[in-house]
């Protein structure tokens, strides 16, 4: 089992009232964003790359944070089966991955990292490495022959049968690797850096059929003028955009989550320990 046996209480009024009202084709998606203060982890990720030679970035940064905030509050580990929020067994967070095609065409795939919260910031970042290098390499066997099936499914049927492998991938608790499908491909968060693509902040749209419940978006950091007291200084920002599923997750509870990683972010060290010394 992914989830856990029984499903969560629906801890208010407002929480039956969303997962009656928003059915298809209306849209249970709702937006936060938070302002971010970035020096102090821009030289938390040179001095790792530094010390040990580890690629680590921000999205790197972005995702264990992620994976940390949903460790402290489980609430927002959750997934909707039978219209009702049942919570995962397991903390996993998806990157979504540019992934290069012949004729110079580019496609997306995602690598996921399961149980991300009990990984070190560089055991994270490793792992995830190490998925982003498979997948975008094709190497990956389950995947691809997922794709190359998928691919063979008629346009007019597509949204049948997504909805038919939504059912039974996550409602049913079916594990389909047997027939080239990868068991919960897409995890507990889906991470989007779409600051690589020049952007300081976007909207995710939420994927129905993946049954993710909370999209993060970190965007390009910035110079900005900042207040330090009573004086503007030059400084480095970001926003961190986020889309979550109303039916599962309050303002309240994305706003704690947010704010957790906000304050890894603008003091990495109390969130991961110092940074290995520089050789």
Not at 87 to 110: H, M, W, Y
Request: proline share 7%; charged share 20%.
């Amino acid at each position: 089992m992914s989830f856990s046996p029984h499903p969560t209480l629906s801890r208010s009024l407002l929480r039956r009232l969303a997962l009656g009202a928003y059915v298809s084709p209306r849209d249970p998606s709702a937006y936060a964003a938070i302002e971010v203060r970035m020096e102090r982890a821009l030289a938390y990720v040179e001095a790792i790359r530094a010390g040990s030679g580890q690629r680590l970035t921000v999205t790197h940064l972005v995702a264990k944070a992620a994976a940390d905030a949903v460790r402290r509050y489980p609430e927002a580990n959750a997934i909707l089966r039978w219209n009702r929020p049942w919570l995962r067994k397991r903390v996993s967070v998806c990157v979504l991955v540019v992934q290069p095609e012949p004729l110079g065409r580019v496609d997306l795939t995602t690598a996921t990292v399961p149980d991300a919260d009990v990984l070190s910031l560089q055991g994270f970042a490793a792992a995830m490495e190490a998925r982003v290098q498979q997948v975008r390499h094709r190497r990956d066997t389950v995947i691809e022959r997922g794709k190359r099936r998928s691919s063979l499914v008629p346009g007019i049927f597509m949204n049948a049968i997504l909805r038919l492998l939504s059912f039974v991938w996550y409602t049913l608790n079916v594990d389909l690797a047997w027939v080239g499908m990868p068991r919960d491909p897409f995890g507990s968060i889906a991470v989007s850096n779409v600051g690589s693509l020049g952007l300081e902040r976007a909207w995710l749209a939420m994927v129905p059929y993946t049954r993710v419940a909370l999209y993060l978006a970190p965007g390009a950091v910035r110079d900005a003028p900042v207040l330090e007291g009573d004086s503007l200084v030059p400084g480095k920002l970001m926003t961190l955009s986020c889309t979550f599923d109303a039916r599962l997750l309050d303002h309240e509870l994305v706003s704690r989550v947010l704010h957790h990683i906000g304050a890894a972010l603008q003091d990495p060290e109390s969130a991961w320990g110092p940074p290995i010394p520089t050789r």
